[in-house]
């Protein structure tokens, strides 16, 4: 459901919380539990739901087209353009 803009900046992000959540130099290991980072896929669960109420931008537009026009209603699509370049 969404857009290849939208997956890698999420990426990005997963990158800089890996980042800042990395253990530096002199350093001890915090105890609990730690952030568990899992390799980036281009998997999809199909089944999952997509989040209502994004810019259209962020969604996928092969997977809007397919959408019904209440689906697509329910989705709530922002008019609106997310600025991935910021």
């Not at 969404?2 to 530096?24: E, F, G, M, R």
């Not at 568990?36 to 810019?55: F, M, R, S, W, Y």
Request: glycine content about 4%; hydrophobic content about 30%.
């Amino acid at each position: 459901w969404h857009s290849s803009q939208l997956a890698s900046l999420l990426w990005k992000a997963d990158d800089v919380a890996a980042t800042n959540v990395s253990i530096q130099i002199g350093k001890c290991k915090k105890s609990g539990t730690q952030l568990q980072i899992c390799p980036h896929t281009d998997k999809v669960n199909e089944e999952a739901a997509a989040p209502p109420g994004l810019p259209h931008n962020c969604y996928d537009t092969t997977w809007l087209g397919k959408l019904s026009q209440q689906q697509r209603r329910e989705l709530q699509v922002q008019d609106a353009e997310y600025d991935f370049t910021t």
